[in-house]
């Protein structure tokens, strides 16, 4: 009865592969969100998708693509993959209009690029 | 425009005594504070949050946090430590109503001495 889940959990791949990451909320919230945690584990948001629909698209190179097929998950794929992008990522759900709507994080997926 | 300051990135307490982790806030309407809690390879939990009722703010694990608009702060506190407290600590705000742009503090790592 996970709130947020991801899939996988961990994730190791080499330079220029392709690769997707999955989230899933079971919390009926119409909002959801990919934040980025770096090596100085700063997080930042990365984008957010609200009833499937982008709402924020934050300064993310292209080759992040994220996919809403429904308002209960947001994928993120990651095309030609780089060094740079070694990180952990975090997806979150939060329903708008309640005060504060509060975000609840998945896991995360420690992402590894070799 | 909004941002977060967490004054110590490293704090180092003794089992049984205070912790004191310290956040101060830049934000250009009435915000919303957040604490969340990140164990070792585990998500981001929320601790607790302010919304603009009470100042005092009580959270999970003993943990409170008092908002003290005079100084633009929020800091977190808990009476005595526990060696399960040891986790990096985030301080976070965002639009008073709005958790869609959650502006994160670079983080605060607590370590619990026995």
Sequence with gaps: ??????????????????????????????????????????????FSYNNKELIINET???????????KAHLNL????LELGDSAVYFCASSQVGTAPDTQYFGPGTRLTVL | AQSVTQLDSHVSVS??????????????????????????NKGLQ????Y?????????????EAEFKKSETSFHLTKPSAHM???AEYFCVVTLSGSARQLTFGSGTQLTVLP
């Design chain 2, 51 to 63: 919304t603009s009722a009470a100042t005092l703010v009580k959270g999970i694990n003993g943990f």
């Design chain 1, 77 to 80: 794929h990651i095309n030609s």
């Design chain 1, 1 to 46: 009865d996970t709130a947020v889940s991801q899939t996988p959990k961990y994730l190791v791949t080499q330079m220029g592969n392709d690769k997707s990451i999955k989230c899933e909320q079971n919390l009926g919230h119409d909002t959801m969100y990919w934040y980025k945690q770096d090596s100085k584990k700063f997080l930042k948001i990365m």
């Design chain 1, 60 to 70: 993310v190179p292209n080759r992040f693509s994220p996919k809403s097929p429904d």
């Design chain 2, 84 to 86: 399960s407290d040891a």
């Design chain 2, 15 to 40: 089992e049984g005594t205070p912790v004191l982790l310290r956040c101060n806030y830049s934000s250009s309407y009435s915000p919303s504070l957040f604490w969340y809690v990140q164990h070792p």
């Design chain 2, 46 to 49: 929320l601790l607790l949050k």
